[in-house]
């Protein structure tokens, strides 16, 4: 007579998502890959973009340009331009969490708030910089 196979014993579930508790360490380090992603997608997208305008003549650039002037191109520069300082400082974070400082949750904290609030007033500062100087 065979005998039955031994199930395993079950394994362990990792906890979902929704067991955690969102902090803003979680935040930033989802928000880091996201604007690294959204970085290299959007500057291969724009400058083959560009690329291609040039290539194609003056006619085809002119058009290219009206749509990077636009308020869609400034919203999409102004978002872009959020990522990178973001994306910047939740690098310099991470190269001092690499050093082997600010892992205590205190210190973790503030740096991951340290990196948002540059992110978005470096965003600020730089387009109140280019609006102005537009006169717009």
Do not use: C
Request: proline share 6%; glycine share 10%.
């Amino acid at each position: 007579m065979a005998s039955r196979p031994i199930a395993p014993p079950p394994r362990p579930l990792s906890p979902h998502l929704t067991i955690w508790k969102w902090r803003v360490h979680m935040a930033v380090s989802i928000l880091n890959r996201v604007t690294g992603h959204a970085l290299a997608f959007g500057a291969v997208l724009i400058f083959a973009w560009w690329l291609a305008a040039l290539a194609s003549g003056p006619e085809y650039f002119r058009f290219f340009q009206s749509i990077v002037v636009s308020p869609f191109g400034a919203l999409v520069g102004i978002g872009l331009t959020w990522a990178m300082f973001m994306h910047m400082g939740m690098g310099i974070r991470h190269f001092i969490m690499d050093a082997g400082e600010g892992f205590d949750l205190v210190t973790s904290r503030r740096t991951a708030w340290a990196a948002i609030i540059f992110g978005v007033i470096a965003t600020a500062l730089l387009w109140g910089i280019i609006l102005l100087g537009k006169g717009l």
